[in-house]
């Protein structure tokens, strides 16, 4: 069955970087457009970061752009979000997803919590 477990979240001060990782099984990940979808807290879920199926092409919610990185690594079945110039309102519970988005929906795993603050 599909199973994706994301990792690496924490506390982080505003400014500050995490490396999150989703690591995929149970369907042809090299095959599968991937995303990243956060939720923050009281709110509905956010597409944040898609990239087609090869690694190519990355596309970005405007509130990330030129701070998030999407990267795919087909050889390991993972899928990675580089947060770096991170900002409060970045606080969340982070989840990948199979699917290239603007679209927040498809099966999650359980998520890793951000928490950006001072």
């Known amino acids: 069955q599909v199973q994706l477990v994301e990792s690496g979240g924490g506390l982080v001060q505003p400014g500050g970087s995490l490396r999150l990782s989703c690591v995929a099984s149970g369907f042809t990940f090299s095959a599968t457009h991937m995303k990243w979808v956060r939720q923050a807290p009281g709110e509905g879920l956010e597409w944040v970061a898609g990239?087609?199926?090869?690694?190519?092409?990355?596309d970005y919610a405007d509130s990330v752009k030129g701070r998030f990185t999407i990267s795919k690594d087909n050889t390991k079945n993972t899928l990675y979000l580089q947060m770096d110039n991170l900002k409060p309102e970045d606080t969340g519970m982070y989840f990948c997803?199979?699917?290239?988005?603007?679209?927040?929906?498809?099966?999650r795993g359980q998520g890793t919590q951000v928490i950006v603050a001072s």
């Open positions: 997803a199979r699917g290239f988005g603007p679209d927040a929906g498809g099966q």
């Open positions: 990239i087609f199926a090869r690694g190519l092409a990355p």
